[in-house]
């Protein structure tokens, strides 16, 4: 979502939500015109520490700060989840909206994620949230510590929703922590995730994870990668989703790699960063035989 | 043009105006500032620098606040995971911006071709945030990075650096000490909180203590809301010999953009400033949320 948002010019500011809902909206309608039997919230990394970290402290963001940013970050999330609803109107039965958190910290940067009763506390006050807006079931996206995946999947289990969990991979091939992929398989499987995927890696690292994720689970697997090259901004503190050279991997070699996840096993597909709808709409094609 | 005669003006007491915001005036333009724009969009850059020039600005600064290597670099794990999904000119790109920034100001003098002197401050600040003293990294460190910093903006041809926006003594400390083996003119400028207090919970004394054997150009206060800035005022002209001076933000930071407000108009600002100047504030600008109108009010208090 935020990568097509920001390709497609939206000035990056509370995600985009507020200042260009319409176009939000537009783009989780054409996912699901592309063939998508989940749309996700544009709501990753979106959590009251995007705004709260850019001040000394909650007294400094009082003080100098515009007015309503402490309860800003729920009632963003909420807003997420009406236009995910808006999209989808008339395909209630077909289509399931996926709430999505992430790291509280930036999600490449395992080195400054929270103690896990921290994550616990935060990331269950925004599952909370979305469980009042009633998705259908939440995905942990670029998780980055097996500790904060852990803290997340159980937030998320306490408001009564099911969770898939996602796990942003390192170059190394296990999780940007460096912790082994499949003793983080193994935990979210013990958490009770419902499907366990890799995220935001280049596709043939996804490839290469879900052999081990495959033989890590029973539950079912899944990936969605990254493409181009992210190249943020100068002037960024939190992530900030925009990325290049995404021409080098158009909808039929994306979809060509996707293959091989299914062959190794992945039932869930789809498009992290970079991609577009003409990946969804090509990952739907491929797949030949429907849902 | 160099620095000495904006030196020359300050050791006279005479006062000289800085200019006012680059980084919310361009948000104000209708362009993002996720990126500094140097590149992308030069004529906007350029334009706000000839306006301050045509409003009265003796010292211009660049568009360059927050831009460095560590800014691009602090969104990877490491080396290896930059180099895996990262931009590949993610190592060069900062020092180039860095370089055209100060370019771009030079052009904007040379198309307006003010008959006063104006002097080019590369504007540079903390290494990490500039609100967040905790996050600041080792004097070792800082040294290191501010070193290759200072020498780009030197060599694009900066007359003095304006080191903005600082939190703590250790980093002025670091960076006045670049600037000196270097033979940059540097000006530091401190935020304050509410009591006139560092970020770190410093005193102004303590940091004038610190820096004057460094023989900063001057010391200023900045980033804070006017009365913050009244706060530290007071403390800097009772412990401060060199020059000293002062802009404040107007508005609110609304992140990741600014949030205009019609509380400070520019005659209402001129007169807060005024207030500075009698404390002795020599050196009278704008931060956040003010604009060319703001700094032509200014311009009376030259």
Not at chain 1, 29 to 35: N, S, V, W
Not at chain 1, 89 to 116: N, T, Y
Not at chain 1, 127 to 139: G, I, S, T
Not at chain 2, 263 to 278: C, F, I, L, M, N
Request: with cysteine; net charge neutral; charged share 25%.
């Amino acid at each position: 979502m935020g990568s097509e948002l920001v390709r497609r010019g939206v000035r990056w500011r509370k995600q985009g939500l507020l200042t260009d809902a319409e176009r939000v909206q537009q783009l989780h309608e054409e996912y699901l015109a592309a063939g998508a039997d989940v749309i996700r919230t544009n709501t990753l990394q979106l959590n009251p520490r995007l705004y709260l970290n850019v001040f000394r402290n909650r007294e400094h963001m009082r003080h100098i700060g515009a007015p309503g940013l402490e309860d800003l970050a729920p009632k963003l999330l909420r807003k997420s989840v009406a236009l995910a609803r808006a999209a989808r109107a008339g395909k209630e039965g077909q289509v399931a909206i996926a709430g999505v958190l992430s790291p509280l910290e930036h999600c490449f940067r395992p080195d400054l994620a929270p103690p896990a009763d921290v994550a616990r506390r935060e990331q269950e006050a925004l599952a909370r949230v979305f469980a009042e807006e009633k998705v259908d079931f939440l995905l942990l996206e670029s998780m980055n510590t097996i500790s904060e995946a852990k803290a997340a999947l159980a937030a998320g289990r306490t408001v009564g929703l099911p969770v898939w969990v996602s796990f942003v991979l390192g170059p190394e091939g296990e999780l940007l922590s460096r912790e082994p992929l499949a003793q983080a398989v193994a935990e979210m499987e013990k958490g009770g995730a419902e499907a366990v995927l890799v995220n935001c890696a280049p596709p043939e690292d996804v490839t290469r994870a879900l052999g081990t994720l495959k033989k890590a689970t029973g539950r079912p697997v899944g990936g969605f990668a990254m493409i181009g090259r992210f190249s943020p901004p100068s002037w960024k503190f939190d992530f900030f989703p925009q990325f290049i050279e995404t021409e080098t991997w158009p909808p039929e070699r994306y979809v060509n790699e996707a293959r091989r996840w299914r062959e190794a096993g992945a039932t869930i597909l789809g498009g992290c960063c970079g991609t577009q709808p003409a990946h969804i709409a090509a990952l739907r094609a491929g797949q030949g035989n429907g849902r | 043009m160099s620095y000495a005669p904006i030196g020359e003006r300050l050791k006279a007491g005479q006062t000289v105006i800085l200019d006012g915001a680059i980084g919310t005036e361009i948000l104000r333009r209708n362009v993002t500032w996720a990126d500094h724009q140097v590149a992308n969009q030069p004529d906007v850059i350029r334009g706000i620098h000839e306006d301050y020039i045509r409003v009265g600005a003796d010292v211009i600064t660049t568009n360059s606040f927050q831009l460095c290597r560590r800014a691009l670099y602090n969104h990877f794990r490491d080396d290896a995971h930059r180099r895996h999904i990262g931009a590949r000119d993610l190592d060069t790109r900062a020092d180039k911006m860095l370089a055209a920034s100060v370019h771009l100001a030079q052009e904007a003098r040379e198309r307006v071709k003010p008959k006063r002197p104006v002097a080019i401050a590369a504007s540079l600040t903390t290494l990490e945030w500039c609100f967040r003293p905790d996050l600041a990294p080792s004097a070792e460190q800082a040294r290191r990075e501010y070193e290759e910093i200072f020498q780009v903006v030197k060599d694009a041809g900066a007359d003095l650096v304006l080191v903005e926006t600082v939190n703590s003594i250790a980093e002025a400390r670091v960076a006045m000490e670049v600037a000196r083996r270097l033979k940059l003119p540097c000006w530091i400028g401190f935020v304050c909180d509410e009591r006139g207090r560092l970020f770190t919970g410093e005193t102004l004394e303590q940091a004038v203590a610190v820096l004057e054997p460094l023989a900063p150009d001057a010391i200023l206060l900045n980033c804070a809301p006017p009365d913050d800035i009244t706060a530290g005022m007071k403390q800097l002209a009772l412990y401060a010999h060199v020059p000293i001076g002062a802009y404040a933000h107007i508005g609110r930071f609304d992140p990741p953009e600014w949030m205009f407000t019609d509380e400070y108009p520019p005659a209402r600002y001129r007169d807060v400033a005024s207030e500075w100047k009698q404390l002795g504030a020599r050196v009278l600008g704008g931060c956040c949320g003010t604009t060319p109108d703001h700094i032509a009010a200014l311009a009376a208090l030259r």
